[in-house]
């Protein structure tokens, strides 16, 4: 196990890596200069070193002193396409690129994880395999690891997989959570089509006009949530986009909703896609219109193996104290390409606190604000917390 002193050699080396990778943020998975960093703060360490083809992935293998098997710890590397409002001294160099999400601690955090774990390789019963991922905030790229071996790189298959998240608002400093369960919901992205018959507006009686159709669609997507879900296991629907027309007295030939859907279980995810495309269908039938449903489920639930959950909170309480620990209530409806991970292997996703002192947490920009903050010292945490917990997992695996 490691404690919060373990990683004070380290502080400057990790928060220097952090203001790097902050100020030349990349987006989705070609991160070449993330990469190059990564690997540089990696040489030297005993570790096997392998990069990926079809995204600029790191993966690193800690052979144990002793034999046993492999769990893996996970970091991923990208930043959002926001323009930064921090007024941080390292804040970003290139418009319109920010580390809003906090990649950046999750990175410097791994790779503190991976020096920790080094200096006591001889106590290892197994090995540990670092996961630095591009492409999280929508681009899918654990799964393209998983595609390219990750899970297997140690040789075997890994027997558990552990994250760690920092939060700009809601969770003091170093507090951390996390829950049995679903921890994070699905998130699907659908694309409406609704076509008719352009016109004049003064005869609509010529035309087939979309916008009735579209209009309803919006407001009987509601409708969906509340008739066909059950309200303790619930789903969230949300119309971000509507465009049709280009003038008032113009019947448009077409129109365009984007909706996003957040679902919590593998239940409700099917009802309320068979229910979203019904509701569509029967109303463009109404119409007299045509639509055309691009459903597209991009990250399913993460949801953490109970036994794994119970046993992370415990390695936190023993590496940072009862005080700073806690069971979250309930799951946030934010999404995690973690959760394709998940799915392989039994694992769990930890939330640790990064609001800077003398910031109130309610009222804290939140992740993907442009204004958001994390606080430094967050990296050292990050790499207490996920060391232990792959150091405390092989030691109760060679019991």
Do not use: W
Not at 65 to 84: K, Q, S, T
Not at 112 to 124: D, M, Q, S, T, V
Not at 197 to 222: F, N, W
Not at 335 to 350: C, I, K, Q, R, T
């Amino acid at each position: 196990m490691f404690s919060s002193l373990d990683a004070l050699p380290l502080a400057e080396r990790l928060i220097s890596l952090r203001h790097a990778l902050h100020r030349e943020p990349e987006l989705g998975l070609d991160l070449p200069r993330t990469q190059a960093k990564v690997l540089a703060a990696l040489d030297g360490l005993p570790l096997e070193i392998g990069i990926g083809t079809s995204l600029t992935s790191v993966v690193a293998v800690l052979r144990g002193g002793r034999p046993g098997p492999a769990v893996l710890l996970r970091g991923d590397m990208d930043a959002l396409p926001v323009r930064e409002e921090s007024g941080m001294p390292y804040a970003s160099e290139i418009a319109g690129r920010m580390h809003a999400c906090g990649h950046d601690i999750h990175t410097a955090g791994l790779v503190g994880a991976a020096h920790l774990l080094a200096g006591r390789r001889a106590e290892l019963a197994g090995d540990v395999v670092f996961m630095f991922q591009p492409g999280e905030e929508g681009q899918g790229g654990a799964k393209l690891m998983i595609d390219e071996g990750v899970l297997d790189a140690a040789g075997e298959r890994v027997v558990a997989a552990y994250a760690v998240h920092v939060a700009a608002t809601a969770l003091p400093l170093g507090l951390v959570a996390t829950r049995p369960g679903t921890v994070l919901a699905a998130s699907d992205t659908v694309t409406v089509t609704v076509t008719g018959r352009g016109g004049h507006g003064s005869s609509p009686h010529l035309a087939v006009d979309p916008v009735p159709a579209l209009a309803e669609m919006v407001t009987a997507l509601q409708t969906v949530v509340t008739r066909t879900i059950d309200a303790f296991d619930p789903a969230v629907v949300t119309v971000g986009s509507i465009h049709a027309g280009s003038a008032a007295n113009v019947i448009p030939e077409n129109g365009t909703l984007q909706v996003t859907v957040r679902s919590f279980s593998t239940a409700t995810h099917r009802t309320v896609r068979a229910g979203i495309e019904r509701v569509l269908r029967g109303i463009a039938d109404a119409h007299g219109v045509r639509v055309d449903i691009d459903y597209q489920e991009n990250y399913p639930v993460t949801a953490n193996d109970s036994v794994e959950a119970d046993f992370a909170l415990r390695v936190a309480r023993e590496s940072f104290g009862e005080q700073r620990v806690f069971v979250a209530p309930r799951p946030m409806a934010g999404s995690e390409d973690f959760s394709f991970v998940l799915d392989e292997v039994p694992g769990a996703y930890l939330m640790l606190g990064a609001v800077p002192p003398g910031v109130e947490p309610a009222t804290a920009p939140m992740n993907h604000s442009p204004q958001a903050v994390f606080d430094d010292r967050a990296v050292g945490e990050a790499a207490v917390l996920l060391a232990s917990l792959a150091a405390a997992r092989l030691r109760e695996a060679a019991q």
